[in-house]
Antibody, heavy 118, light 107 residues
């Protein structure tokens, strides 16, 4: 059974950092692109970043470019999101997702809440 | 960036009714479109990929169609468990973008 379990969320002050982790199981992690998608309270979905299966290429939305870093450890089947210089507008539930080759995100974690507030 | 305009924002329908949700892309996305269902307090679930392919385990009352810039999700014979929010997403090009969502309620 495919499982994606996020951790590392919490309350953080503006300008500070936070690192999210996503432990994957039930599939060959190194075969899949992975991504982070976020959802602000009562709002829609917003793609944040993606990483290729080898980790050799990464993609970001403009609003997080230069502040967030997506990475992965295929030996540990774990996806990461390092978030620096956090802003109030980064407040959201962050979902770890598997990028399914035919298209779309076919598995999602339960989500982890990040609140940026003083 | 490719903009995804989804309509309607909310929809009220009766059990057994057929409902349609539309999504328009700001440019041709060559069927690189997915539909998701999200129930309150839950993670989204993939329903449709490549505009018209039903994801594994999704009931056949869900269907997707369209091409170019215009796409739609149809739910036949609405069931109570279909009450949820629905989102379209283009994955033709980065940055991936989602529609604003449609909240489906029972009348």
């Amino acid at each position: 059974e495919v499982q994606l379990v996020e951790s590392g969320g919490g309350l953080v002050q503006p300008g500070r950092s936070l690192k999210l982790s996503c432990a994957a199981s039930g599939f060959t992690f190194s075969n899949y692109y992975m991504a982070w998608v976020r959802q602000a309270p009562t709002k829609g979905l917003e793609w944040v970043a993606s990483i290729t299966n080898s980790g050799g290429s990464t993609y970001y939305r403009d609003s997080v470019k230069g502040r967030f870093t997506i990475s992965r450890d295929n030996a540990k089947s774990t996806l990461y999101l390092q978030m620096d210089s956090l802003r109030s507008e980064d407040t959201a539930t962050y979902y770890c997702t598997r990028d399914w080759p035919p298209g779309g995100f076919d598995y999602w974690g339960q989500g982890v809440m990040v609140t940026v507030s003083s | 960036d490719i903009q995804m305009t989804q309509s309607p924002a909310s929809l009220s329908a009766s059990l057994g009714e057929t409902v349609t949700i539309e999504c328009r892309a700001s440019e041709d996305i060559y069927n690189g479109l997915a539909w998701y269902q999200q129930k309150p307090g839950k993670s989204p679930q993939l329903l449709i990929y490549n505009a018209n392919s039903l994801h594994t385990g999704v009931p056949s009352r869900f269907s997707g169609s369209g091409s170019g810039t215009q796409y739609s999700l149809k739910i036949n014979s609405l069931q109570s468990e279909d009450v949820a929010s629905y989102f379209c997403q283009q994955y033709y090009d980065y940055p991936y973008t989602f529609g604003a969502g449609t909240k489906l309620e029972l009348k």
